[in-house]
């Protein structure tokens, strides 16, 4: 860690070296050096725009070197910041519990507030962010960077929307001189997982210019669910659950899906052992019990495999004395893959699963064995293979500017002007999905012309479908390969060719494609103002203009209903904004009683947003709000040895483009709706007003489901989230303690209007019912969509400003370094973060509740986490070891299966409490090498179980299961 104390050593010798020589050399000479020290001074920190030579400011900054990054053995940037203490592990990763519909992404959340509340900048700058406007690490590579600064307070006055929870700013090498080369290799003690990471740096600096260029490549190979006791049933302890063959129980419908490769027709399914040389009847057809259902979880990966590539330049060039140009320029390809189990047919004639689904297997099916209709039925794609989508990303950023400083008088100033752009293609390719619109020919009416040895679809050979190839579902997992086709009186069997053909016309590739286009302008002023007490006064002005766009083009068969996923609506739209901001430092005291010195701070911002976009076929104009935030901080040292800080600052995020305008995604939640004809005479007058006044028909509406078709997406109507952040600490580095320093930050963070999503129920109360919380015709009836007759067609839901969030904990810091004579160096560090309270409320007039210490899903809400690290340097060896530690998380979904770590359902499931061990040794070798071996959970603790996360009985926060993760690496300085 950059510590605060080391960084004033510096530039107070720097100064002292700049008085010397004043002593020395001529009155000229002297003025120069004046003005030399007065440059090296400024420095600018995270969390605020002025240069200043005091780099501990009013907020709390984290600050992780690249040794400190180096010894963790990690090989991406999501990783490293996922394991401080202040992150809640909820970020997607590639570690597949929290989403089976990952696509490679990597982000990073604190507080528990979400990746999309957590700013990422690189230099001080907005970097390429995905759809949602959050950033993917994996675009930023580990060789190019400097140290990461940990703003761990909201900074909106300062940076913009989303800086609630925090900031990370990546700094980048940009004064390397020289060239490098790095290796590193990793895996689990399974032999698996392998990470294998590859980088290069070369940079020049001159008199009046310096280059940096970075290539970087990582390839993590994947881990399946199958491969770990943990993960290889849908949830730990199914083996024993699944050991059932005479019936399904409550318990069995979790272990395994009811749509397995021997289909399910009406409770039966095709026998595992069935004869089908024989010949397929209802005889060979089974009760469905806890054993023969489908256990999906092997096939699926608990880590994905990913491939990246980055490019990274950046060059800087003296025009004259005083004014600088640079270009910073990176390119990311990254690939990915995700595999989940085959495809599972809900065919529901009903329309209970959607209307893509709607359609029976006849009866006049040429291998329908029963005779009958089935209305609904299932079947798993076993024979098709797993889904595999493919994903192909390629992110490009371009930022230039001019800097410069002048005088005027005896104030100093910088300005900046930049001009960024940020591009994104995103394309998947997804093999083993279902055409539905060929999946009901396939399982209509068909049959066998024997005098073509032609197998059909249609009533009859005359009228057949082109192209039709009927398709066996009664089949079992092979599709019935072998059996006899029925009504064929030459011997004709179910070939290989014929169950290819089958795939050939159902099976088909999905492609879609989706991205974004980032434009930044900006300016920024800074510099002196007046004198006073404790020093200049210093000021920053500024404006920024972002235009964000994004487009989403789902699959042609997804978007028109005709895939076995589920529908989705593509995506257009784009948000801009305007900002002005400005801040400013007033040195109150310096030197006296009771106040070495004396600061207050002060930033206010200004922000205009507007969007535009398509919801549905219709073209929307959006007002998302123009918000001011302001801030005010306190330094205070009342001794040398003392610094007392204090923040207080307005916070806000501003929906995204896909926040206001994504397209609507298929589910089907159950529903009641308000003007259902069942119940309408015994409904209230004012509630059948409603209805009516919506077109309902007097006597009201049919309902012929209990699940009602929902679109999931944007709200053009949304407004940013707003709240508030107030930090009080200390830091403390005694002089009689040389090498201790101590920090004690007390932080609190609310919100309001935060964005909370509303069920397919709450639309329906809010429009209808007028005694509903929170009831609101103009702003949810428009979601309902009914067709002739009254009945619902669909129900757009989404995210509404309703809810509100409160959170606060304690930060503690402990850093200590002494030397031991003959024997080395040691240095102790300490980083631990209290939660005291974390509370959502989802409207305000819902009921607040409490997650620390609770795991609810998804993330820790740990009451304590710890690091704890020391590092012993002798000479060119230096030994780490680090000990992480996570608190007890009480399980909210409780015992289940196999899960119980009480041993009892009434006490019910908790996580325990966690530590992971890691250590590393290092050698700088005298050929100007550095080689370094270590493991990462040396211990191989394994993560505790839950039956509440996602998939696979754990969460990503902890470590993956399977022992150890062992690393190498090599590096060469040319």
């Known amino acids: 860690m950059l510590n605060n104390k080391q960084l004033s050593s510096a530039i107070r010798f720097a100064l002292f070296a700049g008085a010397t020589t004043m002593i020395a050399a001529p009155a000229f000479a002297q003025e120069n050096s004046e003005e030399e020290a007065k440059v090296l001074d400024r420095v600018q920190v995270t969390g605020s725009l002025i240069r200043s030579a005091d780099i501990e400011t009013t907020q709390p900054v984290q600050v992780i070197t690249r040794a400190e990054i180096a010894k963790t053995g990690l090989n991406n940037v999501y990783d490293v910041l996922n394991n401080i203490t202040s992150s809640d592990g909820s970020g997607l990763s590639t570690v597949t519990t929290q989403t089976n519909g990952s696509d490679g992404s990597q982000q990073i959340s604190l507080r528990g507030l979400g990746a999309d509340r957590t700013l990422v900048l690189v230099d001080g700058k907005r970097w390429a962010t995905d759809l949602d406007g959050t950033v993917d690490l994996s675009t930023i590579p580990l060789a190019i960077i400097e140290r990461i600064d940990v703003l761990k307070d909201g900074a909106s006055a300062i940076y913009g929307s989303d800086a609630i929870a925090g900031v990370i700013n990546i700094i980048t090498r940009k004064d390397y001189d020289g060239a490098q080369a790095g290796v590193q290799f ?27 260029i970075s290539v970087s490549f990582g390839d993590n190979e994947e881990i399946f669910a199958g491969d770990r006791e943990i993960s290889r049933f849908p949830i730990f302890g199914c083996d024993v659950v699944r050991q059932n063959t005479t019936s399904v129980t409550a318990e069995g419908t979790f272990c395994g899906s009811g749509f397995p490769a021997g289909g399910s027709f009406g409770g039966l399914t095709l026998a595992p052992n069935a004869n089908l040389a024989d010949g397929i009847t209802p005889a060979d057809f089974v009760p469905l019990t806890n054993a023969t259902r489908y256990n999906f979880s092997p096939v699926n990966y608990l880590q994905q495999p990913s491939k990246r590539s980055n490019l990274f330049a950046y060059g800087r060039f003296d025009i004259t004395d005083n004014v600088s140009a640079y270009i910073r320029t990176s390119y990311t390809k990254r690939t990915s893959t995700q595999q989940l189990a085959e495809v599972p047919l809900t065919i529901a004639n009903s329309g209970a699963n959607g209307p893509q689904w709607r359609f029976p297997v006849t009866a006049t099916s040429i291998y329908n064995p029963f005779g009958v209709d089935f209305q609904s039925a299932g079947y798993r794609m076993v024979p098709l293979g797993g889904r595999r989508p493919s994903y192909d990303y390629d992110i490009f950023a371009v930022q230039t500017g001019l800097e410069g400083n002048f005088e005027i008088g005896d104030r100093f100033f910088n300005w900046e002007l930049m001009a960024q752009r940020n591009d994104g293609q995103y394309d998947n390719v997804g093999e083993g999905y279902v055409n539905l619109f060929n999946l009901r020919n396939a399982v209509g009416p068909s049959g066998y012309d024997q005098a073509t ?40 069997r179910i070939t290989a060719a014929d169950v290819q053909a089958m795939l050939n016309y159902v099976g088909y590739t999905q492609v879609s494609t989706s991205g974004n286009t980032q434009v930044n302008y900006s300016g920024l002023l800074s510099g002196d103002l007046f004198e006073l007490p404790g020093g200049m006064s210093g000021f920053a002005v500024g404006f920024e203009y972002r235009k964000d766009s994004a487009f989403d083009q789902p699959d042609t068969l997804v978007s028109s209903g005709g895939s076995s996923d589920n529908f989705s609506e593509p995506t257009r739209g784009q948000t801009q904004v305007k900002e002005i901001f400005a801040e400013v430092v007033l040195p109150l005291l310096s030197d006296v009683a009771f106040a070495k010195q004396l600061e207050l701070s002060a930033a206010a911002r200004r922000s205009d947003y507007t969007a535009s976009g398509r919801v549905g076929l219709n073209s929307v104009e959006s007002d998302p709000g123009s918000p001011t935030t302001s801030k005010v901080g306190l ?16 916070t806000f995020r501003a929906p995204s483009a896909l926040d206001l305008y994504a397209g609507g995604a298929e589910s089907f939640p159950a ?40 679109l999931g997406g944007g709200n053009p109507a949304l407004q940013p989230e707003n709240g508030e952040n107030l930090t009080v600490g200390l830091v403390y580095s005694p002089q009689f303690v040389e090498g201790l320093d101590v920090s004690l930050d007390w932080w609190r963070i609310e919100l309001e209007n935060v964005q909370a999503g509303v069920a397919a129920n709450t639309v329906l109360q809010r429009c209808y019912n007028p005694a509903a919380a929170l ?72 009921a607040p509740g409490d997650s620390v210490g609770l795991y609810t899903g998804q993330g820790g809400n740990w009451k304590w986490r710890h690091n704890l690290s020391t590092d012993w340097t002798k000479g060119d060896f230096t030994v780490s070891y680090t000990a992480r530690h996570m ?88």
Do not use: M
């Not at 990793?186 to 940096?212: F, N, P």
């Not at 330094?635 to 307005?650: F, Q, Y």
């Not at 002494?818 to 409320?841: A, H, I, N, P, Y």
């Open 186 to 212: 990793g895996q689990t003690s399974k032999g698996d997982g392998q990470r294998t990471a590859y980088d290069a740096v070369v940079g020049a600096t001159g008199e009046r210019s310096s280059a940096v």
């Open 887 to 974: 608190s007890r998380l009480e399980d909210t979904g409780g015992c289940f299966i196999g899960v119980c770590s009480t041993g009892d359902p009434a006490q019910g499931n908790f996580l325990g409490s966690t530590t992971y061990h890691d250590v590393s040794v290092q050698w700088r070798a005298p050929w100007d090498a550095t080689l370094q071996v270590g493991a990462r959970n040396l211990f191989g603790k394994e993560p505790p179980l839950t039956a509440n996360s996602f998939a696979h009985s754990f969460d990503a926060a902890y470590d993956l299961p399977g022992g150890a993760y062992w690393f190498a690496s090599y590096r060469q300085d040319f």
């Open 453 to 492: 040895n032609t197998l059909y679809c249609g009533t009859s050979f005359a009228t057949r479908i082109p192209n039709c190839v009927p398709f066996n579902i009664f089949g079992g997992p092979t599709l019935g390969l072998g059996a006899p086709v029925a009504g064929a009186t030459n011997g004709r």
């Open 671 to 710: 529903a009641t709706d308000p003007c259902r004809a069942a119940v309408w005479a015994t409904t209230a007058a004012n509630i059948q007003a409603r209805c009516i006044a919506e077109g309902v028909p007097n006597g009201g509406a049919p309902q012929p489901n209990s699940q009602i078709r929902s």
């Open 775 to 846: 009831y609101d015709p103009a702003a949810f009836c428009g979601n309902v969509t009914r067709i002739a007759g009254g009945q619902i067609a669909q129900i757009r839901t989404g995210s509404f400003n309703a809810a509100l969030s409160e959170i606060e904990g304690i930060d503690l810091g402990v850093s200590y370094r002494f030397e031991l004579g003959d024997f080395g160096s040691l240095r102790t560090k300490l980083d631990t973060t209290f939660l005291d309270k974390s509370v959502f409320q989802s409207s305000i007039l819902g």
């Open 635 to 650: 330094r205070w040292k009342p001794i040398d040895d003392l610094l007392v800080r204090a923040s207080w600052g307005e």
